[in-house]
Antibody
């Protein structure tokens, strides 16, 4: 069974750093891209970036480039999303998701349960 | 960047009714569109990829159509568990992968 299990909710202060994780199981972790998606309260889904764990090829949304870092440790089947300096506007639910590329099409077919990040002074 | 525009923003529908959600791309994305359902407190769920192919386990009342710049998600007979926000997403030309703004389906 394919599963993506994310780290638990976080409460941080503005200016603090944070790294959240997403551990994959039940499939070959290194052969699928893993993406990160933000969901701010009352807003829509926003694609942040994506990583290919086999070689750590990473692509970012222009909206998030420079503010986040996406990484992966293929030895433990885990992808990461990190911030160097959080802002209150980073308060959101963050999802990781497996990006499937097949004959029929491409899509985020399996999702983590989400990590709630709250940034407040 | 390809912009995906969904309409309407909100839809109030009675149980058993047919529901049609629209998604427009700012330029042709061929049939490279996926649809997701997102309910409060849950992770998003893949419904459709390739504009019209249902994902594993998705009921037949969900169907997708369209190509180029105009896409539609149809729920043939709305069930109580179908409430939530529906998003289209293009993957024809990425990065970036882009989502539409979503359509909220409410039960009337």
């Amino acid at each position: 069974e394919v599963q993506l299990v994310q780290s638990g909710s976080e409460v941080k202060k503005p200016g603090e750093s944070l790294k959240i994780s997403c551990k994959g199981s039940g499939y070959s972790f290194t052969t699928f891209w893993i993406g990160w998606v933000r969901h701010m309260p009352g807003k829509g889904l926003e694609w942040m970036g994506i990583i290919f764990p086999r070689d750590s090829d990473t692509k970012y949304s222009p909206s998030f480039q420079g503010r986040i870092t996406i990484s992966a440790d293929k030895s433990i089947n885990t992808a990461y999303l990190q911030w160097g300096s959080l802002k209150a506007s980073d308060t959101a639910m963050y999802y990781c998701a497996r990006f499937f590329q097949g004959y029929v099409g491409e899509s985020f077919d399996f999702w983590g349960q989400g990590t709630m990040v709250t940034v407040s002074s | 960047e390809i912009v995906m525009t969904q309409s309407p923003a909100t839809l109030s529908v009675s149980l058993g009714e047919r529901v049609t959600l629209s998604c427009r791309a700012s330029q042709s994305v061929k049939n490279n569109v996926a649809w997701y359902q997102h309910k409060p407190g849950q992770a998003p769920r893949l419904l459709i990829s390739g504009a019209s192919t249902r994902a594993t386990g998705i009921p037949a009342r969900f169907s997708g159509s369209g190509s180029g710049t105009e896409f539609t998600l149809t729920i043939s007979s709305l069930q109580s568990e179908d409430f939530g926000v529906y998003y289209c997403q293009q993957y024809n030309n990425w990065p970036p992968l882009t989502f539409g703004g979503g359509t909220k389906v409410e039960i009337k």
